[in-house]
């Protein structure tokens, strides 16, 4: 499908085969943050930013099932990842 990024679609490939896989990200391996966290924020920016026309950005309206809420009123740095339905 040339609307999925191949990166997801190399995931699904391996889900579907049962294939065991391990993904590391060298650039933020010193981080605590991961893969769920940076979907839910590109997702953001890509609002943010007007982008909602690009297929990425519509690959994850589609298919992302995780948004971001806050925790405290006061503190908008302070966010937990939620799903959706």
Do not use: C, W
């Amino acid at each position: 499908d040339p609307n999925v990024p191949s990166f997801v679609a190399l995931l699904k490939d391996a889900q579907e085969r049962n294939l065991k896989f391990t993904i590391y990200d060298s650039f933020r391996a010193g981080f605590d943050i991961d893969i769920k966290q940076d979907l839910v924020l590109a997702h953001e920016y890509f609002k943010i930013f007007n982008l909602i026309e690009t297929e990425m950005y519509k690959f994850l309206k589609n298919n992302l099932k995780l948004t971001l809420q806050k925790r405290n009123k006061r503190n908008n740095r302070d966010f937990k990842i939620i799903k959706t339905n």
